[in-house]
Each structure stands twice: as structure tokens, then as C-alpha cells.
């Protein structure tokens, strides 16, 4: 052992990087892991002749205590965001005692018992490891992982700003230690790092998704070289185990969310809503991926993270999520409400002590917090997954390993691992001629994950194209959240009516309410296609109105069990991306027999009220029912008759009409629902509704080539509210009804409310802004949101600047099984603040809906019986959120991808932002030209000479200190706090699709 310590090999500092000895640029990772692989003798000869010392005074119980032990001390040091030594924690058990559990018959849950006997053993230890195994066990799990973050990205020549801002500071930081060190060293370094593994090893077995997620016959020491590691992984517990351990509270489920931009940290919701278990480095979470559903062993105190109580600290919590949860989008469009009220002024005075910082010379460690300004939050270790929620298949770029068998595919999300896959699936020629494919996307699905690698193991499973061309970066994101994008196959359509041009059968007609002479109409997009909702309002002598909500009858079509309904049910929702529709049902069925297209007969599932003008429902009524559309209006149609009620609209400025029904009848009617909807909004925010809108980008295509040609913030008009309105209360009312006659099988959707100690964190924050927030209750936050406003031109950003910090402590919406909870008080809607609502307006696009035509049929007898059992609707349930969830992030994604080639294509783009955050390095900016967000970094702002953040409490501000052009003047000063206007400039570089937002330097007759 002694002997082995002599072997010299470089340590990373804190930061990361290496010193010179570390590749500053993507290119140059290549090298770096390719002597790290070739020297896999020799760190094999290294572990034999550790193995072969004796070990003195030490047993199995201190082995672990030991281990145990190192963990804390580990978790002890600073959580910097370029340390990388949170990454790589040996397991409690050691590599011997690991392989002494699994020749013992190699059974899964003797291992996790034995496991579990000795983390219960070690954690009643006291004893710490000596320095000289801390140290090694420390390096060899650094050197696992050197140049991990740089590799991970595709190597291309032009290298992101905000990398390059990270990294100028920490490459100064490391040069002085790493330059020593350097020296020292006798050869590149031989750690442990996965694709080193001998060319002879045992090949990937056919490939199974889920080995990714269980203890594998791979980790036993085959005499190969791995049995002889360390694993850097925990084995997982036994299912008995887990189940005992949840019952007694001392286990924690729930899903598993990593910080996309640090990729080392990830977050669990706490059961009791308090603020989030935070799972730090690689290990802790235990090869478990994004979206996974786990289970959590909270740490002791002692390894508790140390964090700001600030809300838009670079340390809090709730920096976690990318994109705000979807608080209520529970009817139509639901974006870019711009409702103008006047503003409290904000205080800005009382200045702190700050923390100055040269652009040239920042050290990332520096604070400015005191220590009773930090708090603590509860760590946590991953012990088992429940259910791999995410596909394990991933779009990345592939690098060449000569001398190996295997290349080294890099997801381009960096919280999937690399992974090490044959060379066998990758293109003939890619040996030959790798510079070919550096550019070209592949796909990738893991197929095993082994304990003592950083690196995963998995199959190519296709090439996609040229990186930062809009079809092949689209086909990966699909993929990568396993939307079912293929042609429904020939089974599927033959459930679909055969013989065409189809018409209602007599039977069916004689069944329904004929509503066919009635005034119904559309209201939807203009390019929509899939028309599944129709409204229609008549005035009644006694001066009420009777208006009815009709969707689209796809459970006519739709057979309970048949393969039409199989794959509706497994794709669970439509998916919306920039330039095209993924259908949950086949075009035949959305765009021609269920839409409720104009002029032509249509089954439909009716909703009718008797309604006063004041919006009190007098009476209703549900069945099922055929109409016949009277005409397609847009949104733009709609808005126009309620802009202008006294106009006489020609047959010319509108869609084709029927004959039955005059375009000023059609125009009555919607006032006539405007003026209703109008009194019901107003009657759900007064009894405590919320609204979180948020901006949306849409864009203009060119037809021939779908590149983006322009882009806006779409418009949340009245028209859109109209519509809202009633899809609205007919979601509620259909949800009384099936609640009433299935209480056991309802399917519902009910919104938990926001968690409480994000909500606290952020009260606090918010009467230190000085912004008067009232966050108790839905109605109270959606009242006073809209009192802060303002009546100036930036009122609408400031909203939107509001309206983000308050939905970060917001919680998902989500479809259950009435029978699944035990009280009825947790199916409340936060948002909406209703005791009850499911979704039944949009069955074209949402399989929720389709369950739920089922049960308002079962309810009403005017359907086949219903073949459900709760445990039916339940696991459906859990299948519609996870689609619905994937679905909001792919057509984020999709967004995200046509404004970087925007960007890149018409920019630089310039455009006035306001400030939504300030960190100690950096700070987040709206856009307002395009209702973007993004992260500007100090470190790459041309001519900005150094910055000074401070902390007035828990309100962070910032000073940017600007060079002049005339030498002679002094220095810019430019103040940056919340609300604050900016000129930036939006710049695309190297990397496909990225962009970054640079603050425009202030001239110098500016005052600041």
C-alpha cells in the first residue's frame, strides 16, 4: 500500500481543470482520454500490487467505517459549481467486500442486505480515514471524470461565451498548483476510468433498457479487470428492504430532477413540501436519469448542504428547473395576458458591503453572504429506482478511441453519462475517416450502467443527420423523450371506418340530440387542423341564453382495447412542435372524421347550460349529440367582431358561411359568449382563481424551405379568454358528473399547492425588494401579481419578470384515479381553486380525455359498458402525466431550437431586456424583443472592467464597472438590480442552434 502511494499522478484542484496539463479546448479531450485508455495495464498492475500489501488493523466493519467516513469529509468541502469532486464517492462497501457478497452466490439481495448491515455499522462509526486514503480515493475518482464537462459537448471550433467566462477564471485559479504538479508527473494519467477497460471485455449483452436500473451480473469480478475496482456506485437495496423502509418513513420516493446547467446537482421533492432533497454529485444519485422515479436515504446532518436563503441565488434550490412548472394550462391558449395595473415603487436604497471582483481575477469561492445568512438543506443518496421514467436513449456526437473496440459517444444534455459503445454499430467507414462524423448527431439508448463506471454502456441506434439542421436536431429530441413519431401501422388502421367517404349511420343519428340547425361554430387558430371543440350560444325569450360547448365524439371511434386504442393510449397526448403536429390518432381521425370541420355532420359529446347574463347556471345538460358547424372562425375572426361589435362583416372578410345562419347572427353569438365569459373570469379570479401567464414565441416559416423566416410573442387576446372560458366550466361540470356516478373511477386533475418553504423563501425576498406580494393563497398571489405592474410601456415585462420568480415554487397539475386518494380535500385545484376539474374539451390531442367521454357515457347510459378498473385508470393516469410532461418539454425544445437557428440566420439581434436575477457572477435577462430568457456572464462582456455584487438583505444587486473609449475619462458605472432595463444583443457562435445575449456597453455621455 505504502508503495503504491509512491506512484505520483496529478490532482485536479477544486475548480476542475488541471492546470496545463488539462485540455482547454474540446479538441484536446480527445488525447486526454485516450492516454487515460491506453494506460490500462498499467493501472491494472498498480491495483494488483495495492491488493497484494497487507492490510493493518483493519476489518471488514472499519473498512467500511472508513469509506463511510470519506463520504463525509467529502461532502464537507465547498459545493463550488466547477468542482468536480463531488462526482465520483466510492460506495460504503468496499471493492473486496463487494466481491465477497457476490461470490457468495451472487444473489442480488443478499448483496443489498449485506450492504445495508454495514452502512448501519459504519454510520455508529467514528472513525475517519487516514489522509493518505482519503487522498487516493479522492484522485482516483477525479481523474475518472477529467474533462468530463469539456468533452461532454460536441467538439466544435467555436466554443460557447458562457463557457468561456466559466473557465477564464478557474484556468488562473489552477495555473500556480497545477504548473508544480505538472512536473512531477511520471506519465499521462492512469486512474480509473471506464473505457480503459481491456479490449477483451465481455461484449454488451442484447440490449434491455431496464439493466441500466438493477444490479447486473457484470459487476461481479469476472477476472477481467473490473472485479478488481472499486465500485464508484452503490449497489441498490433489496425491494423488501425499500418497502420496509418507505413504510417506516425512513425512505423517501419521489422523481428525480437534474439541474441542466450543473449537471452534478439534482433535486427530489420532500413529502412533506418543504424545501427540496438535494442530491449532490454523480454518486448520490446512483446512475439514476432526469424524470426517474426514485428512492431517497436522507444523510445525516453532518453532511447537510450549507445554502443561500436567497430565491435567486446561484445555491438555491429552486435554481434547479430550467422552465417553470405549467401552472394553468388547463383550456387553450394561455399566454401573454398584458393586463396593466399601477406599480408600488421599489426601494432600492440601504447599500451593503460588496464583493468587487476584476473581470480578469475572479475568484468563484468569493461570497458575500454571512454565515447567518445561509441555511441548511437535506441531502440525500438514490437507493433504488422504481421506475426509469426516462427512454436512456440520448442525440450526441461520436469520438474515436484507436486501439479500442469500442468508440465513446457523448450525449449532448450533459446528465447522461458518456457511454462507450462497439464500434460494430457505428458507420462502416468511421474507423477509417472519424473526422467525417464529428459534426453528424447519432442516437444512442443505454443498456447498462455498471457500478464502478462513470461511463455507461449502450448500442447506436441510428445516425441522424448534420448537427444544427432543424430535421435531424428535431428527430433527437423526439427520440430522447421517446415520442412515438412512426406510421401507425396497418393493424392500427384497420380499426379506422373502411369504406370512405364515411357518413353517420341512421341507428347512431336516431340516438343522438340533433343539433345540426343550430347556430354552432369553431374558434381556433387560423393553420389549426384538428378541430375539437364547437361553441354556440342562442338568446332565450326570458332574456337568459342557452350556450353549449360540443367536443368532438372520439370515443365513437376509438374501441376500448382494440390497436387503435392501445396506441392512443400508450402516445397519450398530440405533440406540437414549431413546424409540424406528432398526432396521437391517425390524420384520418384528427383532421377529417372527428374534426368538427364546417359544413359537415360531426358526433359530438354536447355540454348545454341555461346561463343568466351574468353567467349563473340556471340548468345543464349532457349527452351525446351530432351537429354541423356553421362556419371556422379564427381567433383573429373572433377578436375582430369583439373589437368592433357595430360593424357589418362581408362575406368576404370571413370563411365560407352557411346559408343557414347569417354572419350577424354568427357575430351575436360571440359578443353574446365574450360578454358571458367576461362575467364568469371575472366571478373565478374573485372566488380565488390564479393565472401565471408566461411568453410564448411563435414563428413565421418560409414554405418552401420551413427555415424561420420571422418570430413574435404571441398575443393572448380576448377572443382566447372567450374560449377558455367555457372549455373551462364545461371541464369542471363534466367532472362533477363523472365524480358523481363513478366515484371509484373518475379520472381527474387536481393541482397541488406550491411548496411551502420555496413559498416562504420567496415572501421573504420578495418584502425585501420591496414588491408587495401576497403569497398565502392562489386568489391572493393572482391579485396582488396584478397590482404591481404599473402603468408604463415595460408593465407587461414586468409581469413576466413577477410572474417567473412566482411560479418556481408551483407544482405540476396532474390527472389520478378518484379512488387512488383517500381524502377528497387533495383533489383540489390550486390555480383554477376548485374542489374539482378533469379534461374533456380536446380528445383529438389528449387520451385523458378520451377516458373521461367514457366515463360521462357510463354515467349518462348512453354507452357501451365500461371495461375499466381503477387500477386501469390509475396506471393510465400516471401514463398521461408523463406524456403530457415530456410533450411541454419537447415543444419547448422545438422552440428553443428554431430561435437559435433564428438567431443565426438573421442575427445579431438587439433588443431592450429587463433584469430577472442577479447572481454573484452573472444575471438573467428577458428579452423583450422575443420573451426569451437567458444567462449573461460577467466574465464575457467586452469592455466591462470589473463588477461588484452585493447583497442588501437577501436583494441582490450588482455594479458593472465599464472601460471607456477615451482613456482619459473614468470608468461607466451601470447599476443592475431586479426590473432593470438593459440594451443586450443576441449573438449566435460556433456550436449549431447556440446563441448568447451581451449586454450593450453604456456610451459615455450615458448617465447610469
Same mark, same amino acid.
Request: glycine share 6%; net charge neutral.
Given at each position: 500500500?505504502e508503495?503504491?502511494?509512491?506512484?505520483?499522478?496529478?490532482?485536479?484542484p477544486?475548480d476542475?481543470k488541471a492546470?496545463?496539463?488539462?485540455p482547454r479546448?474540446?479538441?484536446?479531450?480527445?488525447p486526454?482520454?485516450?492516454?487515460?485508455?491506453?494506460?490500462?495495464?498499467?493501472?491494472?498492475?498498480?491495483q494488483?500490487?495495492?491488493?497484494?500489501?497487507?492490510?493493518?488493523?483493519?476489518?471488514?466493519?472499519?473498512?467500511s467505517?472508513?469509506?463511510?467516513?470519506?463520504?463525509?469529509?467529502?461532502?464537507?468541502?465547498?459545493n463550488?459549481?466547477?468542482?468536480?469532486s463531488s462526482?465520483?464517492?466510492?460506495?460504503?462497501?468496499?471493492?473486496?467486500?463487494?466481491?465477497?457478497?457476490?461470490?457468495?452466490?451472487?444473489?442480488p439481495?443478499?448483496?443489498?442486505?449485506?450492504?445495508?448491515? #454495514?452502512? =448501519?455499522?459504519a454510520?455508529? @462509526? $467514528? %472513525?475517519?480515514? &487516514?489522509k493518505?486514503?482519503?487522498? *487516493?480515493?479522492? /484522485?482516483?475518482?477525479k481523474?475518472?471524470?477529467?474533462?468530463?464537462?469539456?468533452?461532454?459537448?460536441?467538439?466544435?471550433s467555436g466554443s460557447?461565451p #458562457?463557457? =468561456?467566462?466559466?473557465?477564464? @477564471? $478557474? %484556468?488562473?485559479? &489552477?495555473?500556480?498548483n497545477?504548473? *508544480?504538479?505538472? /512536473?512531477?508527473?511520471?506519465?499521462?494519467?492512469?486512474?480509473?476510468?471506464?473505457?480503459?477497460?481491456?479490449?477483451?471485455?465481455k461484449?454488451?449483452?442484447?440490449?434491455?433498457p431496464?439493466?441500466?436500473v438493477?444490479p447486473?451480473?457484470?459487476?461481479k469480478n469476472?477476472?477481467?479487470?473490473?472485479?478488481?475496482r472499486?465500485?464508484?456506485?452503490?449497489h441498490?437495496?433489496?425491494?423488501?428492504?425499500?418497502?420496509?423502509?418507505?413504510?417506516?418513513?425512513?425512505?423517501i420516493?419521489?422523481?428525480?430532477?437534474?439541474?441542466?446547467?450543473r449537471?452534478?446537482?439534482?433535486?427530489?421533492?420532500?413529502?412533506?413540501?418543504?424545501?427540496?432533497?438535494?442530491?449532490?454529485?454523480i454518486?448520490a444519485?446512483?446512475?439514476?436519469?432526469?424524470?426517474?422515479v426514485v428512492?431517497?436515504k436522507?444523510?445525516p446532518?453532518?453532511?447537510?448542504?450549507a445554502?443561500?436563503?436567497?430565491?435567486?441565488?446561484s445555491?438555491?434550490?429552486s435554481?434547479?428547473?430550467?422552465?417553470?412548472?405549467d401552472?394553468?394550462v388547463?383550456?387553450?391558449?394561455d399566454?401573454?395576458?398584458?393586463?396593466?395595473?399601477?406599480m408600488?415603487?421599489?426601494?432600492?436604497?440601504?447599500?451593503?458591503?460588496v464583493?468587487?471582483?476584476?473581470?480578469?481575477n475572479?475568484?468563484p469561492s468569493?461570497?458575500?453572504?454571512?454565515?447567518?445568512d445561509?441555511?441548511?438543506?437535506r441531502?440525500?443518496?438514490?437507493?433504488?429506482?422504481?421506475e426509469?421514467?426516462?427512454?436512456?436513449?440520448?442525440?450526441?456526437f461520436?469520438?474515436?478511441?484507436?486501439?479500442?473496440?469500442?468508440?465513446?459517444f457523448?450525449?449532448?444534455?450533459?446528465r447522461?453519462?458518456?457511454?462507450n459503445?462497439?464500434?460494430?454499430?457505428?458507420?462502416?467507414?468511421?474507423?477509417?475517416?472519424?473526422?467525417?462524423?464529428?459534426?453528424?448527431?447519432?442516437?444512442?439508448?443505454?443498456?447498462?450502467?455498471p457500478?464502478d463506471?462513470n461511463f455507461?454502456?449502450?448500442?447506436?441506434?441510428?445516425?441522424l443527420g448534420?448537427a444544427?439542421?432543424?430535421?435531424?436536431?428535431?428527430?433527437?429530441?423526439?427520440?430522447?423523450y421517446?415520442?412515438d413519431?412512426s406510421?401507425?401501422?396497418?393493424?392500427?388502421?384497420g380499426?379506422?371506418?373502411?369504406?370512405?367517404?364515411?357518413?353517420?349511420?341512421?341507428?347512431?343519428?336516431?340516438?343522438?340530440r340533433?343539433?345540426?340547425?343550430?347556430?354552432?361554430?369553431?374558434?381556433?387558430?387560423?393553420?389549426?387542423?384538428?378541430?375539437?371543440?364547437?361553441?354556440?350560444?342562442k338568446?332565450?325569450?326570458?332574456?337568459?341564453?342557452?350556450v353549449?360547448?360540443?367536443?368532438?365524439?372520439?370515443?365513437?371511434?376509438?374501441e376500448?382495447?382494440?390497436?387503435?386504442?392501445?396506441?392512443?393510449?400508450r402516445?397519450?397526448?398530440?405533440v406540437?412542435?414549431?413546424?409540424?403536429?406528432?398526432?396521437?390518432l391517425?390524420?384520418?381521425?384528427?383532421?377529417e372524421?372527428?374534426?368538427?370541420?364546417?359544413?359537415?355532420?360531426?358526433?359530438?359529446?354536447?355540454v348545454?347550460?341555461?346561463?343568466?347574463?351574468?353567467?349563473?347556471i340556471?340548468?345543464?345538460?349532457?349527452?351525446?349529440s351530432?351537429?354541423?358547424?356553421c362556419?371556422?372562425?379564427?381567433y383573429?375572426?373572433?377578436?375582430?367582431?369583439?373589437?368592433?361589435?357595430?360593424k357589418?362583416?362581408?362575406?368576404?372578410?370571413?370563411?365560407?358561411?352557411?346559408p343557414?345562419?347569417?354572419?350577424?347572427?354568427?357575430?351575436e353569438?360571440?359578443?353574446?359568449l365574450?360578454?358571458?365569459?367576461?362575467?364568469?373570469?371575472?366571478?373565478?379570479?374573485?372566488?380565488?382563481?390564479?393565472r401565471?401567464d408566461?411568453?410564448?414565441?411563435?414563428?413565421?416559416?418560409?414554405?418552401?424551405?420551413?427555415?424561420?423566416q420571422?418570430?413574435?410573442?404571441?398575443?393572448?387576446?380576448?377572443?382566447?379568454k372567450?374560449?377558455?372560458?367555457?372549455m373551462?366550466?364545461?371541464?369542471?361540470?363534466?367532472?362533477?358528473?363523472?365524480?358523481?356516478?363513478?366515484?371509484?373511477?373518475?379520472?381527474?386533475?387536481r393541482?397541488?399547492?406550491?411548496?411551502?418553504?420555496?413559498?416562504?423563501?420567496l415572501?421573504e425576498?420578495?418584502?425585501q425588494?420591496?414588491?408587495?406580494?401576497?403569497?398565502?393563497?392562489?386568489?391572493?398571489?393572482?391579485?396582488s401579481l396584478?397590482?404591481?405592474?404599473?402603468?408604463?410601456?415595460?408593465?407587461?415585462?414586468?409581469?413576466?419578470?413577477?410572474?417567473h420568480?412566482?411560479?418556481?415554487?408551483?407544482?405540476?397539475?396532474?390527472?389520478?384515479?378518484?379512488?387512488?386518494?383517500?381524502?377528497?380535500?387533495?383533489?383540489r385545484?390550486?390555480?383554477?381553486?376548485?374542489p374539482?376539474?378533469?379534461?374533456?374539451?380536446?380528445?383529438?390531442?389528449?387520451?385523458?380525455?378520451?377516458?373521461?367521454?367514457?366515463?360521462l357515457?357510463?354515467?349518462?347510459n348512453?354507452?357501451p359498458?365500461?371495461?375499466?378498473?381503477?387500477?386501469?385508470?390509475?396506471?393510465?393516469?400516471s401514463?398521461?402525466?408523463?406524456?403530457?410532461?415530456?410533450?411541454?418539454?419537447?415543444?419547448?425544445l422545438?422552440?428553443?431550437?428554431?430561435f437559435?437557428?433564428f438567431?443565426?440566420?438573421?442575427?445579431?439581434?438587439?433588443s431592450?431586456?429587463?433584469?430577472?436575477?442577479?447572481?454573484?457572477q452573472?444575471?438573467?435577462?428577458?428579452?423583450?424583443?422575443?420573451?426569451v430568457q437567458?444567462?449573461?456572464?460577467c466574465?464575457?462582456?467586452?469592455?466591462?472592467?470589473?463588477?461588484?455584487?452585493?447583497?442588501?438583505g437577501?436583494r441582490?444587486?450588482?455594479?458593472l464597472?465599464?472601460?471607456?473609449?477615451?482613456?482619459?475619462?473614468?470608468?461607466?458605472q451601470?447599476?443592475?438590480?431586479?426590473?432593470?432595463?438593459?440594451?443586450?444583443?443576441?449573438?449566435?457562435?460556433?456550436?449549431?442552434?447556440?446563441?448568447?445575449?451581451?449586454?450593450?456597453?453604456?456610451?459615455?455621455?450615458?448617465?447610469?
Amino acid at each position: 500500500m505504502e508503495s503504491s502511494s509512491k506512484v505520483k499522478r496529478p490532482t485536479k484542484p477544486r475548480d476542475g481543470k488541471a492546470g496545463k496539463n488539462l485540455p482547454r479546448s474540446h479538441k484536446d479531450t480527445q488525447p486526454q482520454l485516450l492516454n487515460q485508455h491506453q494506460n490500462g495495464k498499467l493501472r491494472s498492475h498498480l491495483q494488483e500490487f495495492e491488493e497484494q500489501q497487507p492490510v493493518q488493523t483493519e476489518d471488514k466493519a472499519s473498512a467500511s467505517d472508513r469509506s463511510v467516513k470519506n463520504e463525509v469529509n467529502r461532502r464537507k468541502k465547498a459545493n463550488s459549481e466547477s468542482s468536480y469532486s463531488s462526482d465520483g464517492v466510492p460506495s460504503q462497501q468496499s471493492g473486496h467486500q463487494a466481491a465477497n457478497a457476490e461470490d457468495q452466490g451472487g444473489k442480488p439481495g443478499a448483496l443489498e442486505k449485506n450492504a445495508t448491515a #454495514e452502512v =448501519q455499522k459504519a454510520a455508529v @462509526s $467514528k %472513525k475517519f480515514p &487516514s489522509k493518505r486514503r482519503q487522498k *487516493k480515493s479522492e /484522485k482516483d475518482m477525479k481523474a475518472s471524470l477529467v474533462g468530463s464537462e469539456e468533452s461532454d459537448a460536441p467538439q466544435f471550433s467555436g466554443s460557447c461565451p #458562457e463557457e =468561456q467566462a466559466k473557465k477564464k @477564471s $478557474k %484556468k488562473r485559479k &489552477s495555473k500556480g498548483n497545477s504548473d *508544480k504538479k505538472t /512536473k512531477e508527473v511520471c506519465g499521462p494519467t492512469v486512474d480509473t476510468l471506464a473505457a480503459g477497460n481491456s479490449q477483451n471485455k465481455k461484449a454488451p449483452q442484447t440490449p434491455v433498457p431496464k439493466e441500466s436500473v438493477r444490479p447486473n451480473n457484470k459487476d461481479k469480478n469476472t477476472g477481467r479487470g473490473r472485479g478488481s475496482r472499486k465500485p464508484l456506485f452503490e449497489h441498490y437495496m433489496s425491494i423488501e428492504n425499500v418497502s420496509a423502509g418507505l413504510k417506516r418513513g425512513e425512505l423517501i420516493q419521489g422523481a428525480l430532477r437534474i439541474n441542466p446547467k450543473r449537471y452534478k446537482e439534482a433535486f427530489t421533492p420532500a413529502p412533506d413540501g418543504s424545501a427540496d432533497i438535494f442530491l449532490d454529485g454523480i454518486a448520490a444519485r446512483n446512475r439514476a436519469l432526469n424524470g426517474d422515479v426514485v428512492v431517497v436515504k436522507i444523510l445525516p446532518p453532518e453532511q447537510w448542504k450549507a445554502v443561500n436563503g436567497d430565491t435567486n441565488g446561484s445555491s438555491s434550490a429552486s435554481q434547479n428547473v430550467s422552465k417553470v412548472p405549467d401552472v394553468i394550462v388547463e383550456a387553450h391558449y394561455d399566454r401573454g395576458d398584458e393586463v396593466v395595473r399601477k406599480m408600488k415603487s421599489v426601494s432600492l436604497h440601504d447599500k451593503a458591503p460588496v464583493m468587487t471582483q476584476s473581470v480578469k481575477n475572479v475568484n468563484p469561492s468569493n461570497s458575500s453572504e454571512s454565515s447567518s445568512d445561509k441555511n441548511v438543506q437535506r441531502t440525500g443518496k438514490v437507493v433504488y429506482i422504481v421506475e426509469p421514467k426516462h427512454s436512456r436513449a440520448a442525440s450526441g456526437f461520436l469520438k474515436f478511441l484507436p486501439g479500442k473496440n469500442f468508440a465513446m459517444f457523448s450525449p449532448v444534455d450533459h446528465r447522461v453519462p458518456r457511454v462507450n459503445v462497439p464500434l460494430a454499430d457505428c458507420p462502416a467507414d468511421f474507423i477509417s475517416r472519424p473526422g467525417d462524423y464529428e459534426n453528424i448527431l447519432f442516437v444512442c439508448r443505454i443498456t447498462h450502467w455498471p457500478a464502478d463506471s462513470n461511463f455507461a454502456e449502450g448500442r447506436l441506434m441510428k445516425s441522424l443527420g448534420q448537427a444544427g439542421e432543424i430535421e435531424p436536431e428535431t428527430e433527437g429530441i423526439l427520440t430522447e423523450y421517446d415520442v412515438d413519431f412512426s406510421e401507425f401501422s396497418e393493424k392500427v388502421l384497420g380499426c379506422l371506418p373502411q369504406e370512405l367517404p364515411w357518413s353517420i349511420p341512421a341507428p347512431e343519428l336516431s340516438r343522438r340530440r340533433d343539433l345540426r340547425k343550430e347556430c354552432i361554430f369553431t374558434i381556433d387558430p387560423a393553420t389549426a387542423r384538428d378541430l375539437d371543440d364547437a361553441l354556440s350560444c342562442k338568446q332565450l325569450s326570458d332574456g337568459n341564453f342557452e350556450v353549449g360547448v360540443h367536443i368532438a365524439d372520439v370515443s365513437y371511434f376509438v374501441e376500448q382495447g382494440n390497436a387503435l386504442d392501445q396506441i392512443a393510449s400508450r402516445r397519450a397526448t398530440s405533440v406540437y412542435l414549431v413546424q409540424k403536429v406528432i398526432p396521437m390518432l391517425p390524420r384520418l381521425l384528427c383532421e377529417e372524421l372527428c374534426s368538427l370541420n364546417p359544413l359537415t355532420d360531426r358526433l359530438t359529446f354536447s355540454v348545454v347550460w341555461k346561463l343568466s347574463p351574468e353567467g349563473k347556471i340556471l340548468s345543464e345538460w349532457f349527452g351525446r349529440s351530432v351537429i354541423c358547424s356553421c362556419i371556422k372562425l379564427s381567433y383573429d375572426h373572433a377578436q375582430s367582431m369583439i373589437q368592433a361589435p357595430d360593424k357589418s362583416f362581408s362575406a368576404e372578410e370571413l370563411p365560407p358561411c352557411s346559408p343557414n345562419h347569417s354572419i350577424q347572427e354568427i357575430q351575436e353569438a360571440v359578443i353574446n359568449l365574450h360578454n358571458i365569459a367576461e362575467q364568469l373570469r371575472a366571478q373565478r379570479f374573485e372566488g380565488g382563481a390564479l393565472r401565471l401567464d408566461q411568453m410564448k414565441l411563435s414563428f413565421t416559416l418560409d414554405k418552401a424551405s420551413g427555415m424561420p423566416q420571422g418570430c413574435y410573442v404571441y398575443q393572448y387576446r380576448d377572443s382566447n379568454k372567450l374560449v377558455e372560458e367555457f372549455m373551462l366550466l364545461a371541464n369542471m361540470a363534466v367532472a362533477h358528473q363523472i365524480f358523481r356516478a363513478c366515484p371509484e373511477l373518475a379520472l381527474l386533475r387536481r393541482h397541488p399547492p406550491p411548496q411551502s418553504k420555496m413559498v416562504e423563501d420567496l415572501q421573504e425576498f420578495c418584502d425585501q425588494m420591496g414588491i408587495d406580494l401576497d403569497l398565502s393563497s392562489s386568489g391572493a398571489l393572482h391579485r396582488s401579481l396584478n397590482e404591481q405592474l404599473g402603468d408604463d410601456g415595460y408593465a407587461a415585462a414586468r409581469k413576466e419578470v413577477l410572474t417567473h420568480m412566482c411560479s418556481r415554487p408551483m407544482q405540476m397539475a396532474v390527472y389520478f384515479c378518484s379512488g387512488a386518494l383517500s381524502e377528497e380535500k387533495l383533489f383540489r385545484h390550486y390555480a383554477l381553486n376548485v374542489p374539482l376539474y378533469t379534461h374533456f374539451t380536446s380528445p383529438i390531442r389528449r387520451y385523458a380525455d378520451v377516458i373521461v367521454h367514457r366515463l360521462l357515457a357510463a354515467s349518462l347510459n348512453c354507452g357501451p359498458s365500461l371495461g375499466l378498473t381503477g387500477e386501469d385508470v390509475h396506471k393510465q393516469a400516471s401514463q398521461c402525466n408523463d406524456k403530457k410532461t415530456a410533450s411541454k418539454r419537447v415543444q419547448e425544445l422545438s422552440s428553443e431550437l428554431f430561435f437559435g437557428i433564428f438567431v443565426k440566420e438573421c442575427g445579431p439581434l438587439d433588443s431592450e431586456a429587463m433584469v430577472m436575477g442577479v447572481l454573484d457572477q452573472s444575471f438573467d435577462v428577458l428579452v423583450l424583443r422575443f420573451g426569451v430568457q437567458k444567462r449573461v456572464y460577467c466574465n464575457s462582456l467586452e469592455g466591462l472592467k470589473t463588477f461588484h455584487f452585493r447583497k442588501v438583505g437577501k436583494r441582490p444587486e450588482m455594479t458593472l464597472v465599464w472601460e471607456t473609449e477615451d482613456p482619459e475619462k473614468d470608468s461607466i458605472q451601470q447599476e443592475i438590480s431586479i426590473f432593470t432595463l438593459l440594451n443586450v444583443q443576441l449573438k449566435a457562435y460556433g456550436a449549431p442552434m447556440k446563441y448568447s445575449a451581451v449586454v450593450q456597453r453604456p456610451s459615455d455621455n450615458t448617465d447610469s
